[in-house]
């Protein structure tokens, strides 16, 4: 097994799930269910991957309050390797709140030590210790943005394999430097949403092939309509698995976390897909972004019963 570092943010998530509606100005709605759980894009990633039982370890900045504690605790009880996250004081860990309707959720952070991490905090030690990196929140991260693309090259040089998740960006500026970053990336997986943003391309095809530079692999995650990616310049799609769906946040997360399991086991592109797709569906079953991630056994179930 190939040995994980996920570098990124770490947050709480506050979910309030099946809300009446989304909230508007002025005016309050009532939620069916409410979770406090592990939060942001890097957490739930790893998190995902420890489940698969992959050896994980993680870097990040939080602070030294109630927060922090919780994130730390989490982390450590899915066996994440966590000895290198080190409470500071002068930091307050960030708070992500999660509205969900059964249509669609809303996302509000408060950054905190998010935006504090830098890339020249994950030292030539992390490095030698793992096989891959993992980055997620590219836009959030705003202090490891500066350099993230340094970080990916000192990784590849050291003979990591590399993926990165975008995330949203808040300011939805989408400035063009992530184009310069992707250079030294294996494997690219943004959401439809945001890879229009990204290449300013509608088109899922044309997004796909504005992105293509004869070496990063791009995996796009489209929510219920599933997965795509461009296999020898050809479009390979892949569907969604039905499950009885209860809350998507992190859904795309734990895709990753099974994209990248599958991958890291030289799996064909196809099970790649099939495997980011059934750990993103399974995901949906709990509240939160980590109560429904499954086990292999799970995934591998689900993807027998299917052609």
């Known amino acids: 097994m190939r040995r994980i570092l996920v570098v990124g943010e770490i947050n709480v998530d506050l979910v309030f799930k099946n809300c009446q509606a989304l909230p508007t100005p002025g005016r309050e709605v009532l939620a069916e269910d409410f979770i406090m759980t592990a939060g942001s894009s890097s957490m739930i990633c790893a998190m995902g991957l420890a489940r698969l039982d992959n050896p994980v370890s993680f870097h990040g900045k939080l602070g030294a309050d109630e927060w922090g504690s919780y994130c730390l605790e989490v ?55 793992a096989d891959h990196l993992h980055i997620s929140s590219y836009y959030l991260q705003r202090a490891l943005r500066a350099d993230c693309g340094k970080l990916f090259a000192r990784a590849r040089a050291a003979g990591l394999s590399t993926s990165l998740d975008p995330g949203f960006d808040p300011e939805q500026a989408w400035a063009p430097d992530l184009l310069d970053v992707l250079g030294e990336v294996d494997l690219f997986l943004p959401n439809q949403l945001e890879l229009a943003a990204i290449t300013g391309r509608e088109g899922l095809l044309d997004g796909l092939r504005a ?97």
């Open 211 to 307: 992105l293509e530079n004869g070496h990063t692999q791009t995996v796009v995650k489209r929510g219920q309509s599933g997965c795509a990616s461009l296999d020898d310049g050809r479009l390979l799609e892949m569907p969604a698995f039905a499950v009885d769906l209860k809350d998507s946040t992190g859904a795309g997360d734990s895709f990753d976390a099974g994209f990248l399991h599958a991958w890291l086991r030289r799996s064909s592109l196809r099970d790649c897909l099939r495997w980011g797709s059934a750990c993103g569906s399974l995901s949906t079953r709990g509240i939160g972004g980590t109560t429904g991630q499954p086990h292999a056994a799970e995934v591998q179930a689900l993807l027998a019963g299917t052609p």
């Open 75 to 129: 982390l450590r009880n899915a066996g994440i390797d966590m000895t290198s996250v080190h409470p500071d004081a002068e930091l307050r860990t960030g708070v992500t709140v999660s509205l969900s309707t059964p249509q669609d959720r809303a996302l509000v952070t408060f950054a905190g030590a998010i935006a504090a991490l830098r890339a020249d905090e994950v030292d030539d030690a992390l490095l030698a210790r």
